[in-house]
């Protein structure tokens, strides 16, 4: 049998996925969320692949596996509480049962979860995605494209905050914005250091003219501008795949005919 740390135990001296029942509160229910939570902080580590099955035995009792219809999606929501999970949509290699676990995040059995601002709607969440061309406003990835320093993780969109919640900041439409899951983890480590204002401007120093103005322009926006042709292809990223293939078919054809004039 495992050894746990101290931490690993509730009030009740049940270790904190096997809680059935708030300590203190005696008819609220604790729930599959806080349980798998749990569980993943005190037995698995960033970078493991866990898959579905292993987690509905692992908060099961003896011989019966959870069988919560919605466990998935209760899997899944812990991405609002700061967890990165990435299924075989954001993680090549990964099979449709199995989630590989980025970085841990807030340790809601402990009811943190009251700290959380209020889900934005679908209707917002779709208007900021729209408004932002559906791009991290960070770093100008699209959604499910492939990381330019990490070809084996597709980008996934979501809210983030100009100013965090955590700092006070609204939730409205003016303070939220498009991200990416890796640029929206609350605290993730830096694998190297930063380079400073003076380290990079001798760099930007030595582009050419118009690549200075170029970049001042972008600075001054406050993002990367995307041309004509850039636009047209996030149109394209956003149509359902059936359209997407006609579009394609039909741009090989006039791309091979000018060939052949």
């Not at 380290?199 to 990367?224: C, F, S, T, Y």
Request: with cysteine.
């Amino acid at each position: 049998m495992a050894k746990y740390p101290s931490d690993a135990y509730s009030p009740t001296g049940e270790l904190w996925w096997n809680v059935r029942i708030w300590p203190g509160k005696q008819k609220q229910k604790f729930g599959v969320e806080p349980q798998l939570a749990a569980w993943l902080n005190f037995n698995a580590k960033e970078g493991d692949i866990l898959t579905l099955r292993r987690l509905r035995k692992e908060l099961g009792e003896a011989n019966h596996p959870v069988d919560d219809e919605h466990f998935n999606r209760r899997f899944r929501q812990l991405r609002k509480y700061g967890w990165s999970v990435l299924s075989s949509r954001d993680f090549a290699g990964l099979k449709q049962d199995e989630y590989r676990l980025d970085s841990i995040g807030r340790p809601i059995w402990l009811g943190k979860s009251q700290f959380i601002k209020k889900a934005t709607s679908a209707k917002v969440r779709r208007e900021i995605f729209d408004r932002d061309g559906h791009r991290c406003v960070v770093c100008g990835v699209g959604a499910g494209e492939c990381y330019p320093d990490d070809p084996t993780k597709r980008a996934r969109l979501t809210i983030g905050h100009f100013v965090a919640g955590s700092l006070r900041g609204p939730n409205d439409r003016a303070n939220l914005r498009t991200e990416c899951s890796r640029c929206n983890e609350p605290a993730k480590e830096e694998v190297t250091r930063s380079e400073s204002g003076l380290e990079i401007w001798p760099k930007i120093r030595n582009l050419g003219n118009a690549d200075k103005v170029r970049l001042l322009h972008w600075m001054e926006q406050g993002q990367r501008s995307r041309d004509y042709v850039d636009c047209l292809f996030d149109q394209y990223r956003c149509l359902p795949p059936s359209q997407r293939d006609e579009l394609r078919a039909q741009l090989s054809r006039a791309v091979k005919g000018s060939r052949t004039a």
